[in-house]
């Protein structure tokens, strides 16, 4: 295993993780955004707020991309462990 097979094995896990992660911190951020506008202008400084809405909107999400995201893990994890002799090997 050489350090350029570790490096891009290290740099699709990262790839993988990020694009799993993304729709999450995507609407979470987002959300807060929205909800710290509208504490702006309505001058309510209560810092409970967001969780809540926060919740509810990443609940909805991982709904929604739930199996975009299990398809992606899947994907990666078969064609990790498919080419584990060929890393090993060569």
Do not use: C, H
Not at 9 to 14: G, T
Not at 47 to 56: E, G, R, S
């Amino acid at each position: 295993m050489t350090p350029d097979t570790v490096v891009a094995l290290m740099r699709q896990a990262l790839e993988v993780a990020m694009l799993a992660a993304a729709p999450l911190l995507i609407a979470s951020l987002a959300t807060g955004l929205i909800i710290s506008i509208f504490q702006a202008a309505t001058q309510i400084n209560e810092m409970t707020l967001t969780f809540i809405p926060k919740l509810v909107v990443m609940f909805v999400v991982l709904v929604i991309t739930g199996p975009w995201t299990i398809e992606l893990l899947v994907d990666y994890t078969q064609r990790l462990l498919n080419n584990i002799p060929g890393i090993i090997g060569g």
